[in-house]
């Protein structure tokens, strides 16, 4: 397949997905979270990949959602385009964790909104010195999506992921090693390195033992992300058309602060 806003390559039992919009700081728009599941479907039925890596071109790993499309969408009054990109990410992060196969994100820069909770969908995560973790989603008004607060709170705990998620803070790399849900920190030249050594660990182990893995842990763990998914929708879905949503995309274009008036 021909994809425009990610890369996709096979080769010695690894699949890698690369985030490739390195302009708009590698964002999530419609087109591109289509492409998304469309390769992540790929690495799953191709019996010869046994791992998937996604990684991005570009100092930023990802923001998260397109802001620019989101200004569009905003002065267009489109907002069932929002909603439809909240269904998509939301069936990325599923479609990550019921993957039968390990999932290894290597992330450099900083990871936003979306990407921060992909991040938590996966199996392993490799972060740069550099990187940060930012749950977004109250700068511009909206609440955590892509199964961001029901993979947060099991990653984390439930206080420490409302406050990140409240608060907005960035997360360095290093305390987000703490936290637990990246598994090593290294340096921005030694990122490829430290990702390869992972994988050729990953790559002596059987797959079957990966697959039973991770049909245990969803079963203890996520299987009723399918009710959280609906409330996660709804809450986005009444959030678009709030006035502080619009303000808050304004105010990032606009380079300024948001004045949010809870309407």
């Given at each position: 397949m021909d994809f425009k806003g990610i890369l996709y390559a096979s080769n010695n039992g690894v699949a890698t997905i690369t985030f490739n919009r390195p302009e708009v700081s590698n964002g999530f728009n419609v087109?591109?979270?289509?492409?998304?599941?469309?390769?992540?479907a790929m690495a799953e039925q191709d019996e010869a990949v046994n791992l998937l890596l996604i990684n991005a071109n570009g100092p930023v790993f990802s923001v998260g959602g397109d802001?620019?499309?989101?200004q569009r969408a905003v002065d267009a009054d489109d907002i069932q385009s929002l909603v439809r990109i909240a269904e998509q990410v939301n069936d990325i992060s599923f479609a990550l964790k019921r993957l039968p196969k390990p999932v290894i994100m290597s992330v450099d820069g900083a990871v936003a909104g979306a990407?921060?909770?992909?991040?938590l969908a996966s199996d392993f995560c490799i972060a740069s010195e550099k990187t940060r973790f930012i749950q977004a989603f109250v700068g511009v008004?909206?609440?955590p999506d892509a199964g961001g607060l029901y993979l947060l709170t099991r990653s984390i705990g439930i206080n420490r992921a409302t406050q990140i998620t409240m608060t907005g803070e960035a997360v360095t790399a290093e305390k987000a090693l703490d936290y637990g849900f990246v598994y090593k920190v290294c340096p921005s030249e030694k990122l490829e390195k430290t990702t390869d050594r992972l994988i050729k660990r990953l790559q002596r182990n059987s797959i079957n033992s990966y697959k039973a893995i991770k049909e245990m842990v969803w079963q203890s763990e996520f299987a009723g992300w399918g009710d959280y998914a609906k409330l996660e929708l709804e809450a986005q879905r009444s959030l678009a058309f709030t006035e502080d949503f619009k303000e808050g995309v304004r105010a990032y274009t606009e380079k300024r602060r948001p004045k949010f008036k809870g309407k």
């Open positions: 087109p591109v979270c289509d492409e998304i599941m469309e390769a992540i802001l620019d499309e989101m990407a921060f909770n992909m991040v008004g909206l609440a």
